[in-house]
């Protein structure tokens, strides 16, 4: 079956850190670009990160430059979002998605060919 499988979420106080992971099942995760995407309740889908295959290139929303770090080992065919500084605000439902091309998960509405069903970020005391 060909998947993205996210983990790493749970609850985190303000100001700590969470690792996800997104891993690809049933394919080579080295031949998309990958983006992570994040909704919080009653919210659209809003773009979060995302990195091109060879790793070359990263993007992130401002509102987490400078806290948030993607990253890719594809020889472990998985992809990291290293989130520190955690704030209350950040939390929500974590998506990866793979796409043939960079544009496509940089932005919300991108062609995509693959989405994980998501974890969950909670951020509070």
């Known amino acids: 079956q060909l998947q993205l499988v996210e983990s790493g979420g749970g609850l985190v106080q303000p100001g700590g850190s969470l690792r996800l992971s997104c891993a690809a099942s049933g394919f080579t995760l080295d031949d998309y670009a990958i983006g992570w995407f994040r909704q919080a309740p009653g919210k659209e889908r809003g773009f979060v990160s995302c990195?091109?295959?060879?790793?070359?290139?990263?993007n992130y929303v401002a509102s987490v430059k400078g806290r948030f770090t993607i990253s890719r080992d594809n020889a472990k065919n998985t992809v990291y979002l290293q989130m520190n500084s955690l704030k209350p605000e950040d939390t929500a439902a974590y998506y990866c998605?793979?796409?043939?091309?960079?544009?496509?998960?940089?932005?919300?509405?991108?062609?995509?060919?693959?989405w994980g069903q998501g974890t969950q970020v909670t951020v509070s005391s």
């Open positions: 990195i091109s295959r060879s790793s070359r290139s990263t």
């Open positions: 998605a793979a796409a043939s091309s960079l544009t496509g998960v940089c932005i919300v509405g991108g062609t995509t060919n693959y």
